[in-house]
């Protein structure tokens, strides 16, 4: 059975959510805005489930189809093979999005998907009445320039949900968007980790549960495990693969900072309940003015304050400045730093080696980058990088 899947993300994370899916053996994935489009049966539904750490959801896509009147939305729908995904008893509740389309009105456009799908699992099953007391099949339309799209949510709620992050800071980051940031650092579990505005935890989690092949999924439920299509050894053999995967020896060396002691206070609350105490992964207070760094080639990676939900801008660009001052101290590290700010190069006055543009939800973002020098004796990546910066 061949299906074809939808994992979508954050702008900007597309290649990183490709290389992932290419990591799990899935090659053929084809990137466009927001969407990594690839083709898999229930067990690589159930593997990019369990395993994307970059990706906000997983889909199954029904169909695309021109929708610039509801007589054509209706039909299209209807005309999809809504039978041979869904069972007669499920429940399949209709959400919309719509951009840049004739149909604007949400409330009308989930009706007509609604009744459209109702009239043909109607025929197929031949009954007057769909009882919906079965497993939950959330439907997507997403109607863009007079084109749906509909798709099924697999993973019900958003990946970014691990399990372990259950109380919110102030301005928190999102669980993908820092395993993206890890990711885009090529640290590896042998050298340092530090993030010296960490919050409630989330990079310095993140960056274990890689480090320690930790599936981000195996704590948590998904939309599909009820659903017939994929069947439920499909997903005890996805987790049964997550659990055998997961490194439980290896003991790391990753540092969390900050100078509020109730984030720190979470963000040791989300370590307990991520399963990874003890296993070299540390919270303190400290100011960025006393942070101090003995060790070489270690990585840094944060995401501090950006001067618009939590300080004022002329604090933040005093924590930029501070932490140039810091970096010119590790002349051997590497760092990533997130920032909205449009100045930040010119107040954190270090030399940049790359810039990235992602968004921390709706707000556009840089990815600043200072590669320093790799390992002694390390080799160097397919890529042409070197593979530990």
């Known amino acids: 059975m061949s299906l074809h899947l939808v994992a979508t993300c954050a702008l900007g994370l597309e290649a990183v959510v490709s290389r992932e899916l290419t990591n799990l053996g899935i090659s053929d994935a084809r990137a466009e805005n927001g969407q990594v489009h690839f083709q898999g049966g229930p067990e690589e539904l159930c593997r990019a489930n369990m395993w994307l750490r970059a990706a906000d959801r997983v889909w199954l896509r029904l169909g695309e189809f021109p929708a610039a009147t509801f007589e054509e939305l209706f039909q299209g729908t209807k005309a999809l093979p809504w039978a041979e995904v869904l069972p007669r008893e499920a429940r399949f509740p209709v959400d919309a999005h719509v951009h840049a389309s004739l149909l604007t009105s949400l409330p009308a456009v989930q009706r007509t998907v609604k009744k ?39 993973s019900g709620s958003g990946l970014h949900r691990r399990g372990y992050h259950t109380m919110n800071a102030p301005a928190p980051l999102r669980e993908t968007l820092a395993a993206a940031l890890v990711l885009l650092s090529y640290w590896r579990a042998d050298r340092p980790l530090v993030d010296p505005f960490c919050g409630s935890g989330t990079i310095p989690i993140e960056a274990a549960m890689i480090a320690l092949r930790r599936a981000p999924g195996l704590q948590r439920a998904f939309a599909a495990e009820s659903w017939p299509l994929v069947g439920r050894k499909a997903w005890q053999e996805a987790r049964r693969e997550a659990d055998e995967a997961f490194d439980r020896e290896t003991t790391l060396q990753i540092l969390g900072s900050d100078v509020d002691p109730e984030v720190l206070a979470l963000a040791r609350i989300h370590l307990r309940q991520s399963g990874l105490e003890g296993r070299g992964i540390h919270f303190q207070r400290q100011d960025i003015a006393d942070f101090h760094e003995d060790r070489e080639y270690g990585v840094l990676v944060t995401n501090p304050p950006y001067g618009e939900r939590m300080l004022e801008r002329r604090q ?30 010119r107040h954190f006055r270090r030399s940049i080696s790359r810039r990235r543009k992602l968004y921390n939800g709706m707000i556009p973002c840089t990815l600043h980058q200072v590669l320093g020098p ?16």
Not at 324 to 344: C, E, I, K, M, N
Not at 377 to 388: A, I, L, T
């Open 374 to 389: 790799p390992p002694p004796r390390e080799k160097m990546g397919v890529d042409g990088n070197h593979e530990n910066r």
């Open 316 to 345: 933040a660009e005093d924590l930029y400045a501070t932490l140039g001052r810091v970096v010119a101290d590790l002349p051997t590290w590497s760092v990533y730093v997130l920032s909205s700010h449009p100045d930040f190069a």
């Open 116 to 154: 459209a799908v109702v009239e043909c699992l109607q025929q197929r099953y031949q009954t007057a009445w769909l009882e919906e007391t079965g497993p939950t099949f959330p439907i997507r339309a997403f109607l863009v320039r007079d084109r749906c799209a509909l798709m099924l949510d697999t």
